[in-house]
Protein backbone atom coordinates (compact mmCIF):
# COMPACT_ATOMS: atom_id res chain seq x y z
CA UNK A 1 0.00 0.00 0.00
CA UNK A 2 1.72 3.18 -1.15
CA UNK A 3 2.01 5.99 1.71
CA UNK A 4 -0.88 7.96 -0.17
CA UNK A 5 -3.79 5.55 -0.07
CA UNK A 6 -2.82 5.18 3.06
CA UNK A 7 -3.30 8.57 4.37
CA UNK A 8 -5.96 9.31 2.45
CA UNK A 9 -7.54 5.82 4.39
CA UNK A 10 -6.73 7.09 7.47
CA UNK A 11 -7.76 10.53 7.58
CA UNK A 12 -11.52 10.34 7.78
CA UNK A 13 -10.40 7.88 10.94
CA UNK A 14 -8.61 11.21 12.29
CA UNK A 15 -11.76 13.19 12.37
CA UNK A 16 -14.03 10.22 14.01
CA UNK A 17 -11.20 9.88 16.62
CA UNK A 18 -11.26 13.71 17.29
CA UNK A 19 -14.67 14.37 17.62
CA UNK A 20 -15.52 10.72 19.42
CA UNK A 21 -12.31 12.47 22.38
CA UNK A 22 -13.94 16.04 21.94
CA UNK A 23 -17.28 14.69 23.18
CA UNK A 24 -15.72 12.35 26.03
CA UNK A 25 -14.02 15.79 27.16
CA UNK A 26 -16.83 18.02 27.75
CA UNK A 27 -18.72 14.60 29.27
CA UNK A 28 -16.48 14.31 31.31
CA UNK A 29 -15.88 17.81 32.21
CA UNK A 30 -19.54 18.55 32.52
CA UNK A 31 -19.65 15.19 35.34
CA UNK A 32 -16.61 17.24 37.23
CA UNK A 33 -13.86 14.68 36.27
CA UNK A 34 -11.08 17.46 34.98
CA UNK A 35 -8.01 15.32 34.81
CA UNK A 36 -5.34 17.47 32.81
CA UNK A 37 -4.29 15.05 30.46
CA UNK A 38 -8.16 14.67 29.50
CA UNK A 39 -8.04 18.40 28.21
CA UNK A 40 -4.90 17.57 25.92
CA UNK A 41 -6.05 14.14 24.72
CA UNK A 42 -7.97 15.44 21.73
CA UNK A 43 -4.97 17.36 20.36
CA UNK A 44 -2.93 14.38 18.65
CA UNK A 45 -5.78 13.31 16.85
CA UNK A 46 -6.07 17.01 15.61
CA UNK A 47 -2.72 17.19 14.71
CA UNK A 48 -2.14 13.86 12.71
CA UNK A 49 -5.93 15.22 10.53
CA UNK A 50 -4.19 18.50 10.06
CA UNK A 51 -0.57 16.78 9.05
CA UNK A 52 -2.87 14.41 6.10
CA UNK A 53 -4.92 17.36 5.07
CA UNK A 54 -1.74 19.69 4.05
CA UNK A 55 -0.21 16.67 2.26
CA UNK A 56 -3.31 16.15 0.33
CA UNK A 57 -3.89 19.40 -0.27
CA UNK A 58 -0.56 20.26 -1.23
CA UNK A 59 0.43 16.93 -3.04
CA UNK A 60 -1.72 18.06 -6.70
CA UNK A 61 0.49 20.95 -6.95
CA UNK A 62 3.59 18.60 -6.39
CA UNK A 63 2.27 15.25 -8.55
CA UNK A 64 3.29 14.43 -12.10
CA UNK A 65 3.02 17.31 -14.05
CA UNK A 66 0.87 16.15 -17.52
CA UNK A 67 2.29 17.22 -21.00
Known amino acids: MSI ?7 HP ?5 LVALTIINFVAFGL ?3 IPWLYYLPLIPLF ?5 GL ?3 VLPYFGKRQA
Not at 4 to 10: E, K
Not at 13 to 17: L, M, Q, R, S, V
Not at 48 to 52: A, K, T, Y
Open 4 to 10: TRLIRAS
Open 13 to 17: WFGIT
Open 32 to 34: GYA
Open 48 to 52: LSMLS
Open 55 to 57: YMF
